[in-house]
């Protein structure tokens, strides 16, 4: 484990075939406000240009896995930021989210805050982005969907980070053992911007479905499915702007029809792989 520097931030990427958003992504780190900020990109053995981009980028790169809680653990490990940052691969933030997360989370900052949420929202190509962006709207400010990213590096060790046997609802499980703990949840006011491409329903079934299996795992603990559960009340809360746009409103619906199936087939398919055979 590196020696921690304070006051700087470590962000900490998995990868895995990324080459199409990894130069954005951290180049957009790159170009953080905050003078001290560190770049480790972990990579699950991509077979595309992946690591030769982030090389120009990052200050380390790395291979490991299995999956992305493993790898981010490991980034953590790596990092010898005060403050750990954990930034998917097809993300690009503002240049204010690193300095506001050092006066949240850094000397001076609110000891209470013991995780801090980076607003999300989404840009890509084609109808089905198009309605991506406006669930992301729709979903700004729920506690109930929105995952921290931001946390102190005691604070993550002591937690033990990510739980590597969830490949789903990890990003959730952090900070509810954090909050849990007698934590509350901190808030930048710059963003990140996800990267959605052009979405495809085919591979988002696809996606859903192996992302459920471990779903199906978070929400088996302590009750988890009370507070973050899959059919999220957010997106009906803003009637207003659901009817000024009919046709992206329709496709939305469509578009979570079509994810939340993924994620139930993917959820009992787990749970019949645990139950016993008669």
């Keep these: 484990m590196t020696t921690r520097v304070a006051g700087r931030v470590g962000f900490v990427v998995p990868t895995r075939n990324s080459a199409r958003t990894i130069a954005a992504c951290l180049a957009s780190l790159r170009a953080q406000e905050h003078p001290d900020c560190e770049i480790v990109v972990v990579d699950n053995h991509s077979d595309d240009r ?54 949240l989370l850094g000397p001076g900052g609110d000891e209470r805050v013991g995780a ?25 400010g729920d506690p109930a969907v929105e995952a921290a ?26 900070p509810d053992r954090v909050i849990a703990g007698g934590r509350i949840l901190g808030r930048t006011e710059s963003r990140v911007w996800h990267d959605e491409g052009r979405i495809r329903l085919r591979s988002q079934f696809s996606k859903k479905r192996y992302y459920g299996r471990g779903v199906a795992a978070y929400l088996s ?17 803003r009637p207003l702007r ?26 009992l398919e787990a749970r019949r792989r645990r139950s016993p055979v008669a």
């Design 50 to 103: 992946t690591r030769e981009i982030a090389a120009t980028y990052a200050d380390e790169v790395v291979v490991s896995g299995p999956e992305r809680s493993a790898q981010r653990n490991h980034g953590a490990r790596i990092s010898s930021g005060s403050i750990l940052v954990f930034v998917d691969a097809d993300m690009r933030f503002e240049p204010g989210v690193a300095g506001d997360v050092v006066r």
């Design 116 to 140: 801090v949420v980076v607003p999300e929202h989404a840009f890509g190509e084609g109808f089905w982005a198009r309605c991506r962006v406006l669930e992301k709207e729709l979903y700004l």
């Design 149 to 174: 990213r931001a946390f102190r590096a005691g604070d993550f060790e002591a937690a033990g980070g990510y739980d590597e046997s969830l490949t789903g609802g990890e990003d959730w499980e952090l």
């Design 221 to 237: 603990r302590s009750g988890n499915g009370a507070h973050r559960p899959l059919v999220r009340r957010s997106l009906l809360r």
């Design 242 to 267: 659901l009817a000024r746009r009919p046709h992206v409103t329709a496709g939305l619906a469509v578009l979570k029809a079509v994810e939340l199936s993924g994620i139930a087939s993917g959820v």
